[in-house]
């Protein structure tokens, strides 16, 4: 991953955002690229090792590639979204992208029979949360016969993370004056992932929005009031 030093997040941060991201692409070599996007979680060893357990069909060419040998590579993303040079406090400005990307690189080896089910379980618990007030769904809810043939259909796949590397692109490198003009143009977009990334930006700089409000507030106010 290309990271400028500006937008490098550290170990801590790029785990925490996969983690909660809970979604990638997986990408391995099999004479030629093999990609799938899926759902994954975090676990981690006594000595604090990260893996990323996740499954995939049966007849998918990436289950048989798990030698436990070669590297692969799974690609975080979060929101991403344009930013026009119109938007900046300063002049002479280009077009840019801001993101949020974890590369998460290692080994990868197949799930035993009894690592599959406690997998599917902790997966399945991690998403539901998300649903809350909802009860949460279990495979308790499943026939034996139909919870097992649907486990005989997929490969459960563990990567021992080896390499983490993160990039937040979100004008850490700009001037509190055009962050907080550009986070709050993104704030008045339509589109839910630039809404998302200024209020991302709001809590990296917060006393900057203070500042910028009192000297708009100052610059409003009319000569000789106090």
């Not at 990307?101 to 799930?111: P, W």
């Not at 599917?120 to 909802?134: Q, V």
């Not at 990296?204 to 507030?217: E, G, K």
Request: proline content about 7%; aromatic content about 8%.
């Amino acid at each position: 991953m290309y990271t400028p030093p500006p937008f490098k997040t550290d170990r801590t941060a790029a785990l925490a955002f996969a983690a909660a991201r809970g979604f990638g692409t997986v990408c391995a070599w099999g004479g030629r690229p093999v990609a799938s996007s899926l759902p994954f979680c975090l676990e981690y060893s006594s000595d604090g090792t990260p893996s990323a357990m996740f499954h995939v069909a049966r007849g998918n060419a990436l289950a048989t590639l798990a030698d436990g040998k070669s590297n692969w590579l799974m690609a975080v993303n979060g929101a991403d979204t344009y930013i026009s040079p119109d938007w900046y406090a300063s002049p002479d400005q280009v077009p840019t992208w801001l993101y949020q990307a974890v590369h998460l690189t290692g080994t990868v080896r197949a799930m035993t029979e009894h690592e599959l089910g406690p997998h599917l379980d902790a997966l399945s618990a991690k998403f539901e949360s998300w649903l809350a007030p909802k009860p949460i769904w279990s495979s308790t809810k499943m026939t034996a016969g139909r919870l097992d043939a649907m486990k005989k259909a997929i490969v459960g796949l563990v990567m021992s993370v080896d390499e983490i590397e993160g990039s937040f692109k979100l004008n850490q490198h700009k001037s509190d004056v055009d962050h907080t003009a550009v986070a709050t143009a993104l704030a008045s977009q339509p589109d839910p992932a630039a809404q998302q990334l200024a209020r991302t930006m709001r809590q990296m700089r917060p006393q900057a929005f203070v500042n910028t409000t009192t000297q708009l507030n100052a610059m409003a106010m009319p000569e000789g009031r106090l």
